[in-house]
């Protein structure tokens, strides 16, 4: 089964920074980012990216080299992103969000860095760091002087614009480089397919690590409008509420939790930003569609949410579904609908053949998006990149390791990841399809499932419930999940939180989830 995105031509340099460099020219007054009161134009931007360019190539970091930035969100931020990508190196970011032990693990994973950006905050996280580090408190001096026009280096869709960090099978962090071509087709189709503009302003609400920050920071430069940036390490949502009403956003990129939570705080305050704007692009985990559902038929609700799919060694979105084309109950999963431009889906079993509609098997990606790989990769995820034969001609192919099927509307549907499922008294099962029947059950806002094992080393599956009003008994939605789901799905334990927690990407936090319950039970012999 293989579903085709439309075929769209890209021009001979297919590189992101060119398209803003354009609208430098085009409109040199207009606010390019706006951060805690600082402003700054697109003339202004252009010029101090063009001398941080300078600066890199000076040092010998130009084309081919990577640039490591470990600065909170900022100007200074989005500078040093323009400036490397101008010099024709790839930019690599390392979150301030993480610990400082995680930061100098995730330092050591990429070869060849050739130095990397901090501020007088982030410094001690990544230090005393094995490479160059450049403060940009220091920077107006080293820039004063150095040119404020572009720099002469020919830069080409094929090569590296940036790289971020992926879990491994092996527990160790991957680095998966991304190429300008697979970037500005994702740009490109955006803007072509949700008619962005100059007016299209964007809120970057997830972390800096995070794979579809790279997409929201430079989505609204790529079409001329302001990127609003939010003075917060952590997601803050109170201050992305009064930041959504205050300042003309039109447009979210965000993870399904984040979403929930900004639904929320809008529902609790009767507030309408939310409904205001023309688009929130979503997903990164399994959607629960009841948890939005009350808020997306409110009347006059203009925001159109957009359901999407991708993984970050593809250029972060693979698919998209308009949710309005979902009701919900008539089906157990949201579609996430159909490819991108010039992007390919395919559908294939164990044997890495195509199967029918309706049909499980493992979702592939090929086509413009697919990455450049791992940086240094032997490891085993390196084989995940592959060519496979369609029509007699060779594709390069990217095996998601996630499940799927296409429907009979031609929309791609998600099931979980083919390695998620675990045996639990002799049956394989997704932990994510007990979320979903929890989240049906009245009363129970949110769910997420994880797996724990008991003290002989088996394992079972232990449910954290946010309730919607008063507590739930245990017993009681044990009884409910038993008329839904046969007795080998239903979780041995019942945690009543008041909300799961989420990771700095504003996905939910499973790791700290199994040390709450670790916390709880460590004296009952079982163990997350």
Request: proline content about 5%; hydrophobic content about 40%; aromatic content about 6%.
């Amino acid at each position: 089964m293989i579903l085709q995105g439309k075929r769209v031509a890209l021009p001979s340099a297919p590189v992101v920074h060119r398209r803003f460099e354009e609208h430098a020219r085009a409109t040199p007054d207009a606010v390019a980012v706006f951060c805690a009161g600082q402003q700054v134009t697109y003339a202004e931007l252009d010029a101090r990216a063009n001398r941080f360019a300078h600066l890199l190539l000076a040092r010998g970091h130009g084309r081919g080299a990577k640039v490591g930035i470990c600065l909170d969100y900022s100007v200074d931020m989005v500078v040093a992103v323009l400036g490397t990508l101008k010099a024709g190196a790839a930019y690599v970011p390392f979150d301030p969000s993480y610990p400082a032990a995680r930061l100098r693990l995730l330092l050591g994973q990429v070869p060849g860095l050739a130095l990397i950006v901090v501020s007088a905050a982030t410094a001690p996280l990544v230090g005393p760091a094995a490479v160059e580090t450049v403060g940009v408190e220091e920077l107006p001096g080293r820039l004063e002087g150095l040119p404020t026009t572009r720099p002469d280096v020919p830069v080409t869709g094929d090569d590296v614009c940036y790289a971020v960090f992926t879990s491994g099978s092996t527990g160790t962090p991957k680095v998966t480089a991304v190429r300008h071509e697979g970037w500005f087709n994702l740009l490109n189709w955006l803007t072509l397919e949700y008619g962005l503009h100059s007016g299209s302003h964007n809120l970057v609400v997830s972390a800096f690590g995070f794979d579809l920050s790279q997409r929201s920071l430079m989505m609204p430069l790529f079409c001329g409008a302001t990127q609003h940036l939010m003075a917060s390490r952590n997601f803050d949502a109170a201050m992305a509420y009064r930041m959504l009403g205050r300042h003309g956003i039109r447009v979210v990129n965000c993870a399904s939790s984040t979403l929930y939570l900004l639904v929320d705080w809008e529902t609790a305050r009767g507030g309408d930003a939310l409904t205001r704007l023309d688009y929130v692009l979503f997903g990164g985990e399994p959607l629960h569609v009841e948890r939005i559902a009350d808020w997306a038929r409110r009347e006059g609700n203009g925001c159109t949410l957009l359901h999407q799919y991708g993984v970050a060694e593809c250029t972060d979105v693979a698919t998209s579904f308009d949710l309005a084309g979902h009701l919900p109950g008539e089906h157990d999963i949201a579609p996430v609908g159909r490819p991108a431009h010039n992007t390919d889906i395919h559908i294939l079993d164990e044997r890495m053949r195509g199967v029918g509609v309706g049909e499980s098997g493992e979702i592939c990606i090929s086509g413009a998006g697919v990455g450049a790989g791992y940086l240094g990769g032997t490891g085993p995820e390196s084989g995940r990149f592959t060519t496979v034969e369609v029509d007699g001609v060779p594709r390069r192919l990217y095996r998601t390791g996630d499940r799927g099927h296409v429907n009979e509307a031609g929309d791609l549907v998600v099931a979980g990841r083919m390695d998620a499922q675990v045996k639990v008294r002799g049956m394989r099962i997704d932990p994510t399809d007990v979320e979903r029947a929890l989240g049906r059950l009245a009363g129970v806002r949110q769910a997420a499932v994880v797996v724990g094992r008991t003290g002989s080393g088996e394992a079972e599956l232990i449910a954290f419930v946010v309730p919607a009003g008063d507590d739930l008994a245990e017993n009681d939605v044990r009884a409910r999940l038993l008329e839904a789901l046969p007795r080998n799905m239903v979780p041995a334990r019942f945690l009543s939180i008041p909300r799961i927690p989420l990771s700095p990407h504003g996905k939910t936090d499973r790791a700290a989830l199994a040390e709450e319950f670790r916390k709880q039970y460590a004296d009952h012999g079982t163990t997350a």
